[in-house]
């Protein structure tokens, strides 16, 4: 390899027959993961959702009403609808295949593209039945078609042979899928009873046109073997079960379905029920045409600015004037809500579709339910003013909560033994402060000018702090440099660590633009790194990027970071008469209060970069963090050498 390396030559077994291209279903059964989120429990009851979404596109498209799920005792499933059935005539592209076996055994086949077989489905992708196929030990399908039943069977994804007709099917019609999961890929998980009943049986209350039909063989003790669903009453329906007995505000949820192309000449509708109760945390499940979206997206976006905006209104009409404080924390604090639509063309993130991202779900949503909302409220002043009350009570309640905080912090900060050496802000809240970490002697004085008095701090630091991974945690808590640090804070160390003592906002390393300075920021977001990694976490630690050069021409001043920076100014020159002078900065010590203040640290003309983690490669960051603070000087000396004015690189 060092060879290689030296001499430029690539090694021979890097080459093009090192470049894999999976085909047909080979992708699904090699990386799961990106089509079913993973191969534990959740993806593997995944796969009845992909096939039970195909037959609730069906019923919702009109074509069919009944939709059957059956668990055996060998954990196969079966899944029966009386739809359309999937076509089995040859493919036109394919002529020597049945339009099934395409669907089945290719990647991006679906009749839910152009929106001419289904309006508002929740398939989209074309690869549901097919992933399911590749990640089943036996798949079979049978197509009740033309009076005909015809049959065709699978094994991970590969045909066991052509499509058959298997008999006659005189009263018959529709689709019947049943697959036993691949132990080679979901290991010892099973499908759970309780799981599929639920799943199955909220998907009953999304379409009141459809009855489905459980069946399991697997006794769990406490699911029902047999059950029928049909809800009529839909959501409004189903919030009331879920509420069970829960004492509520309303006597009736406030329910509803505006169908959009009634209101806006668009195909598809929302429906929706929320309720308030004081006894239990508030809730928000929502559905894309019948798909649960557990991370919510634009259509949960609109419907709580609906809410909101018709809230704040009402408060306004009866005057009540603290109605205006009310935030959408607070609306879901207790607030227990279903919504769920129906789009075309929907847009989620990722196969398995947790989350809606259609911007115009937004939109539609939320002027639909806006009206009712203004109508119902008005129609029903007694549980309108019972939602109000509980919702100002929320609001006060988190606003006194918050002020509490601040006082906290006010008297902690009074009790607190704070450094002698930090100059500390006077804002009394943590909101908008600023803790600067300086390198001392040479900071001190003109960074104590430059900065804002009310919300930024200093803090002084006496060179080189410890090197916190070659200490022993004895030694951290004696540093005096670190001690001071902490204190200043306010967080603590070690198991007494809090990050919600933070007593600043934004924590930001300032160190001369040389390679010491980087020495000591590397030292800084090391110990941040390995002893208080929520901070860089919580998107609290900093870096400053002081300038270099100084150039003036005549009246003209501008700063440079870098070199090539200085160079493109000399080049194209500042704009001034005369020549151009060039200074450069030593340490920021050299800097006047006004250079620093208006390159460094006033936010409206300076640069700072926020110190991340990349979180595809936690491994390489502690490497990094290894080479440079670790027990070998060389590697360290030899990286902060190269990078010294581009620590910012680091990302550590
Ligand atoms: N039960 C069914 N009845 C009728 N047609 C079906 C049925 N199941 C599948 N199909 C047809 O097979 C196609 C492919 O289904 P598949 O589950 O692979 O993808 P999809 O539903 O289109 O999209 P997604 O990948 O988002 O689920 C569907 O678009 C539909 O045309």
Request: proline share 4%; aromatic share 8%; charged share 25%.
């Amino acid at each position: 390899m060092a060879n290689d390396l030296l001499t430029g030559t690539a090694p021979d077994d890097y080459n093009a027959s090192s470049i894999e291209v999976l085909e047909g279903l080979e992708p699904v059964r090699k990386r799961p993961g990106m089509y079913i989120g993973g191969t534990d429990e959740r993806a593997l009851h995944h796969l009845v959702a992909e096939v039970l979404d195909n037959s609730m596109d069906e019923a919702v498209a009109g074509h069919a009403n009944r939709i059957e799920v059956e668990l055996h005792e060998d954990y196969s499933v079966t899944i029966r609808d009386n739809g359309r059935g999937i076509p089995i005539d040859p493919h036109p592209k394919f002529p020597d295949k049945s339009a099934l076996e395409v669907i089945l055994c290719t990647l991006h086949a679906g009749g839910k593209f152009s929106g001419k077989a289904y309006q508002t489905s929740g398939g989209l992708h074309g690869v549901g039945a097919s992933v399911v196929n590749a990640l089943s030990d036996t798949m079979v399908v049978q197509v009740a078609r033309n009076k005909e039943l015809y049959e065709q069977r699978f094994s991970r994804g590969i045909p066991l042979g052509p499509i058959q007709k298997v008999g006659a099917a005189p009263n018959r019609r529709g689709t019947t899928v049943t697959f036993h999961a691949d132990e080679q890929i979901f290991g010892h998980h099973r499908f759970k009873p309780a799981r599929l009943f639920k799943s199955i049986r909220s998907k009953a209350y999304l379409f009141s046109g459809v009855e489905i039909r459980w069946k399991s063989a697997i006794n769990d003790g406490e699911t029902p073997q047999d059950a029928v669903f049909h809800f009529p009453g839909g959501l409004s329906d189903y919030l009331s079960e879920t509420l069970g007995t829960a004492s509520t505000y309303a006597d009736r949820p406030f329910a509803g379905t505006v169908e959009f192309s009634e209101k806006f000449n668009v195909p598809g509708k929302v429906e929706w029920a929320i309720n308030w109760t004081p006894s239990r945390d508030g809730f928000i499940q929502s559905y894309c045409n019948t798909v649960p979206t557990p991370e919510g997206g634009t259509h949960e976006a609109g419907f709580w600015a609906a809410i909101l905006k018709g809230i704040r209104a009402y408060g306004e009409l009866v005057n009540n004037r603290k109605a205006k404080e009310i935030t959408r924390e607070d609306l879901i604090t207790g607030g227990c809500a279903l919504v769920s639509c129906f789009i075309s063309e929907p847009e989620f993130v990722g196969q398995t579709k947790d989350r809606l991202a259609t911007m115009e779900a937004a939109r539609l949503v939320e002027n639909s339910v806006r009206d009712h909302f203004d109508n119902w409220l008005a129609a029903d002043t007694k549980s309108a003013g019972a939602i109000l009350d509980f919702l100002v009570l929320r609001a006060e309640e988190r606003l006194r909560r918050r002020q509490e905080k601040e006082t906290q912090r006010k008297t902690a900060t009074k009790k607190l033994r704070l450094p002698g050496k930090l100059v500390d802000c006077t804002s009394s809240t943590r909101e908008g402060t600023e803790l600067f970490i300086v390198e001392g002697d040479s900071a001190g004085g003109s960074a104590k000018m430059a900065r804002d008095r009310k919300n930024q701090a200093l803090l002084p630091l006496r060179g080189k702090i410890l090197n916190v991974l070659g200490a022993a945690s004895g030694k951290l808590g004696s540093n005096q440099e670190i001690s001071d640090l902490t204190q200043a804070l306010g967080v603590g160390l070690g198991t007494k660590f809090n990050i919600d003592d933070l007593r600043y906002d934004k924590v930001i390393i300032m160190t001369d633009a040389d390679v010491d300075g980087a020495h000591i920021a590397a030292l800084l977001m090391t110990f941040f790194f390995t002893q208080m990694r929520p901070m860089i976490d919580k998107g609290h630690l900093y870096l400053a990027c002081p300038p270099l050069f100084r150039l003036t021409q005549g009246a003209k001043r501008v700063y440079c970071i870098d070199e090539a920076e200085k160079a493109i100014w000399l080049e194209k020159g500042l704009g001034g008469k005369g020549k151009i002078d060039v200074s450069r900065f030593k340490g920021l010590g050299e800097m006047d209060a006004k250079d620093l203040k208006e390159t460094t640290m006033d936010p409206a003309s300076r640069k700072l970069i926020r110190v991340t983690i990349d979180e595809d490669e936690p491994g390489e960051t502690g490497d990094l963090v290894e080479r440079l603070m670790g027990k070998k000087p060389e590697l360290r000396f030899q990286y902060i050498s190269e990078n010294a004015r581009f620590v910012e690189e680091l990302d550590v």
